[in-house]
């Protein structure tokens, strides 16, 4: 029987699943977004994209809210075989030297764990 493998996509859905149910015991989590920037797309709907200041690199989430001495937490999300790419390393390496934590998260379960680690809470929940 063949396994189905789990898509980066599947991992943010479950990830933001867990962020809706999780949203009335912490409020805050009602700050962390998505940021649309990947993805294959119409070459006409990348260039209006592009002149709107979509950049590559630029991580999968946001969670906007300043904890532990950063100012926000951005999220790359990978599966566990995905590969950050150049411009998404530069990109984190720039977000993190002016106060941001900027993470690689292999699964939304990763994911969840930064983020309760960023909040001060531990995991386990």
């Known amino acids: 029987m063949r396994v189905a493998k789990v898509s980066e996509h599947d991992h943010q859905v479950s990830l933001m ?3 809706a149910l999780s949203t009335p015991r912490y409020p805050v989590l009602g700050l962390v977004f998505a940021i649309p920037n990947g993805g ?9 994209l592009k002149a709107e200041g979509v950049k590559k ?14 100012h926000g937490l951005f999220i ?17 390496e720039r ?3 002016v ?10 379960e990763d994911a969840k764990d930064e983020i309760l680690n960023y909040l001060g809470v531990h995991s386990g929940y």
Do not use: N
């Open 17 to 19: 699943r867990w962020i």
């Open 40 to 48: 294959a797309r119409h070459i006409k709907v990348a260039a209006k």
């Open 57 to 70: 690199g630029i991580p999968d989430l946001f969670f906007a809210y300043p904890a532990r001495g950063h």
């Open 76 to 92: 790359e999300l990978k599966t566990e075989s995905g590969r950050v790419s150049k411009e998404q390393k530069e990109m984190i």
């Open 95 to 97: 977000l993190s030297k």
């Open 99 to 108: 106060g941001y934590k900027a993470v690689v998260c292999r699964g939304w």
